[in-house]
């Protein structure tokens, strides 16, 4: 296990490197960065002085490698709008996007874990078709249309919950997880929809093989067989599927928070973005990388260690 471990790590700095060198590249793809923070209007002389104030006079590799420096530091510059420092800001908008981020993957496996395996044990019955049903709605219906459909329902028609806003659960939890919970379903139904379909396949699949059949033949309570010899099997390929999802999330977020109102870092990189705030904006997407490339590790050494053919492999 420490060896497979090891051999995943040791892949993770060419990794990082890609990511920050693309991530540098980002202010470059809308041209010259200069004209951009200038506006098309401003003269040569303008241009001059903002390329010599953000380093833009100098060579590429040297600007990649200064800031790179400065990134292995922790230093990703100050933002043009506030002058606070990047890493400081990201680091207080993070906390409402993490508590979204988790809140939404405990509601899509609260309803994708029970669905998916209460579907693949009662094939071609009216459960299985409701679950599918559901899983088919949540990945069809747009995260911006859905939560649009939720706010009217639930924050118009019947005012259950806020419309938008944020308080911290941790200074309110009542009030706190009101606001979050909206967001959190409107982000999570997407991935429960897909877990709920994989989780019924993987669970189709693992019903079918015969040490399944032989703990039947032994007299064993249909539950037990269920949860005990084929679940933690038919989570298996789940894992992988559920580390590819943090992607979306991540993605989601992006519109839940602008749509929710809500003060995390997806919208602070949409601000960013309108503002021409270049080191923000690239202090946000290389965080959302790392954290992308951090998931997917976690998901190789959970798979690791449920499937124990891939470890010795």
Known sequence: M??????????????????????????????????????????????????????????????????????????????????????????????PTLQLGVLAVAIS???????????????????DYACRLLATLGISLPNFWLGILLVLGLAVLLPWLPAGGYIDPFTAPLEGLKTLLLPAVTLGMGMAGVLTRMIRSSMLDVLGEDYVRTARSKGLVESVVVLRHAMRNALIPVVTVLGLQVRTIIGGTIVIETLFALPGVGRMLVDGFFARDFPLVQGVILVIALSVVLANLVVDVAYAYLDPRIRYA
């Open 2 to 95: 420490t060896a497979y471990i090891l051999g995943r790590l040791s892949a993770m700095p060419i990794t990082l490197l890609l990511v920050t060198l693309t991530v540098f590249l980002l202010i470059f793809v809308g041209g010259d960065p200069a004209v951009v923070l200038g506006g098309d209007e401003a003269d040569r002389a303008t241009l001059q002085r903002i390329r010599a104030e953000f380093g833009l006079d100098r060579p590429v590799p040297v600007q990649y490698a200064d800031w790179l420096l400065r990134v292995v530091r922790g230093d990703l510059g100050r933002s043009m709008r506030t002058n606070q420092q990047v890493s400081v800001e990201i680091g207080r908008r993070m906390v």
């Open 109 to 127: 496996l609260a309803i994708a874990v029970p669905a998916g395996v209460i579907s693949a044990v009662r094939r071609n019955t009216i459960p």
